[in-house]
């Protein structure tokens, strides 16, 4: 009797640990996503900001937009801050629950004429 309730403990145990696992990967998994699509939308921004350099001497990210299909995807929702001319910020919001266990993964990328850098916020 002692060993059935002993398997039956160990097969729980391992039931979680297997559960908590796919649970985490998949957390992972569109964290990446979020952050993988926000740097297509930053390359599209700073495609914005090239563009109007080359034609009127000076870029600006001002009127930037996130293309349609890029604004809801299967992965996430995302936003865009103009800071200023030179500087927009990503706002990239996951589908899966993230660490807090309360809000959505979610990441910021901040975009200037030279460079990207994200950040993970949840």
């Known amino acids: 009797m002692q060993k059935k309730i002993l398997l039956i403990v160990i097969s729980l145990v391992v039931i979680v640990v297997v559960y908590q696992t796919i649970i985490q990967f998949d957390v992972q998994e569109n964290r990446d996503q979020i952050v993988a699509e926000g740097v297509i939308i930053a390359s599209l921004a700073r495609e914005h900001y090239n563009k109007l350099t080359e034609e009127e001497g000076a870029g600006t990210f001002v009127g930037f937009e996130i293309p349609v299909n ?12 103009i800071i200023d001319t030179e500087n927009i910020i990503i706002h990239c919001t996951g589908k899966e629950t993230g660490g807090d266990q309360l809000n959505p993964v979610s990441a910021s ?14």
């Open 109 to 122: 990328i901040t975009i200037s004429p030279t460079k990207f850098d994200y950040k993970i916020l949840n």
């Open 70 to 81: 890029y604004k809801t995807t299967e992965n996430g929702t995302y936003s865009v801050k």
